[in-house]
């Protein structure tokens, strides 16, 4: 009698459970307007049918996927200046950034693309040195090796000469960095501040939220971007350490100019985020807008903090107005169902498709997850190549006058979660710069052999890419 009547009230109170935690679910999505992968829905849902008591604390603490209020953003006014290109593909790809909100396109000038970890650190070290008033970095991790050492003394040269400093650095990247620097640092009053520590950002849902932007900003006027963290082997790698860290290849490069005051906005409005907890408003342009004889790019950030999956729509529709070619490196490659069907759409129908990537990189799953996706883009004609060194470079070229470079890797968890940074670049001279540099590395690749999967293997691609979303 007593088992009967306590399975009775178990199942009560499970069934409470299960209702209190789907009502959650779907009204956050609803209110929110958390559009999300269906793998990651599907997983929710069952989770909290199953496993409520542990379910519904996770979905607190991970599931939200958007910070920003959609319908506050709805009503962002932007100007209709679009990309100066008679290009189709570029001038669809500014008209559809306008629409999403993103700030207009912006001058620059003194442009230099890092041919390799060498150049890339010398443009930064000249950047630190040469900072007279302010200088703001961002990275996701800032290393404690040889690299991270000399930065931090760098900065603390800079501070001591009274140069205001402000470096910011994701809350679960500085546990992959060590904090050594940190504390150095913040001792010597450089600012120092996590995005969304995860001890203090739990209960708002934004545990899963990291912040993968990489931009330093000297005096509001010079930029250095891409895709290269604060450490060593994103550089020239340390030999002399116990982990004997290789340099990767990796791309970034630096300008002046009004897109790099439009990336100084950015930076104050993460600052503020990391260190208010305000969700940024929508980026206004305050700088001039194009002449007819400037060249003009445009800042494209993606994240929780914007109402559209800005970067990720943006591929998508250049892979549907593409003409000749898309040209894209990323290191990992796990894309969701509809970028990958417009890039194999785009290659049926005759355009070059491209991809470089690392023939082995550092996650194993990611690795993994990317087969199924590789051998139904190589039945649609695209090229893959693999490259012999780890390869961490984030490009994609549409046509010639289309050249997305950043942050941004092709993965669902960066397309989605991740707050991202990229340039969308306009200029054909350009483009066909950061394209020469990626067929300079695919000159030692070699192309991807398909190989049919057994069973098993098959199951196990299932299985990862079924936790791609969270990679």
């Known amino acids: 009698m007593l088992n009967e009547l306590f399975t009775r009230h178990w199942v009560t109170l499970h069934g409470l459970m299960v209702l209190l935690g789907l009502a959650i679910y779907a009204t956050t999505s609803h209110i929110r307007r958390q559009r999300r992968h269906p793998s990651a829905a599907i997983a929710w849902v069952v989770s909290l049918v199953l496993l409520p008591y542990v379910a519904l604390p996770l979905y607190l603490m991970l599931g ?73 970095l961002c990275t996701f991790l800032f290393g404690h090796d040889v690299l991270g050492d000399e930065i931090a003394t760098r900065l603390i040269q800079r501070a001591e000469k009274g140069v205001k400093i402000r470096l910011l650095v994701d809350g679960i990247g500085v546990y992959l960095g060590g904090h050594q620097n940190l504390k150095r640092l913040s001792s010597a009053g450089v600012q120092v501040a996590l995005f969304v520590s995860p001890l203090r950002s739990a209960l708002r849902g934004r545990t899963n939220l990291r912040n993968h932007r990489k931009m330093v900003i000297a005096d509001g006027q010079w930029m250095w971007c891409g895709g290269r963290n604060l450490a060593a082997e994103y550089f020239e790698g340390d030999p002399t350490s116990l982990r004997k860290k290789k340099a990767w290849i990796d791309l970034s490069f630096d300008l002046r100019g ?120 190589t039945a649609s004609r695209a090229r893959i190549w693999l490259a012999p060194s780890m390869i961490h470079a984030k490009a994609v070229l549409i046509d010639d006058d289309l050249a997305l470079v950043g942050s941004a890797k092709l993965d669902e968890r960066s397309l989605f979660l991740n707050y991202e940074l990229m340039i969308a670049f306009y200029e054909p001279s350009v483009v066909q710069s950061f394209a020469r540099w990626i067929e300079g590395q695919r000159s030692s690749a070699t192309h991807y052999r398909p190989r049919a999967p057994g069973l098993v293997r098959e199951l196990v691609e299932g299985m990862v890419r079924w936790v791609a979303f969270q990679l």
């Open 64 to 136: 939200s996927r958007k910070v920003v209020d959609y319908r506050r953003a709805l009503k962002v006014q932007t100007s209709p200046h679009e990309a100066r290109s008679t290009d189709k593909s570029a001038a669809q790809a500014g008209q559809l950034a306008t629409a999403m909100g993103l700030p207009d396109v912006a001058t620059f000038e003194q442009l230099t693309i890092h041919q390799d970890g060498g150049q890339a650190l010398q443009a930064l070290r000249d950047m630190i040195d040469g900072a007279s008033r302010t200088l703001d």
């Open 258 to 377: 009004g897109l790099a005051q439009q990336a100084q906005q950015r930076f104050e409005q993460d600052w503020a985020f990391a260190t208010k907890g305000t969700t940024a408003r929508a980026l206004r342009s305050a700088v001039p807008s194009p002449t007819s004889t400037a060249m003009g790019a445009r800042l494209v950030a993606s994240g929780p903090d914007q109402a559209d999956d800005t970067i990720y729509t943006l591929l998508v529709s250049g892979c549907f107005t593409a003409h000749s070619r898309i040209l894209a490196v990323t290191p990992y490659f796990v894309p969701d169902p509809t970028l990958l069907m417009a890039l194999t759409l785009a290659a049926r129908r005759g355009v070059a498709v491209d991809l470089l990537l690392p023939r082995k990189s550092n996650h194993h799953l990611a690795d993994i997850a990317r087969h199924s996706a590789l051998r139904e883009l």
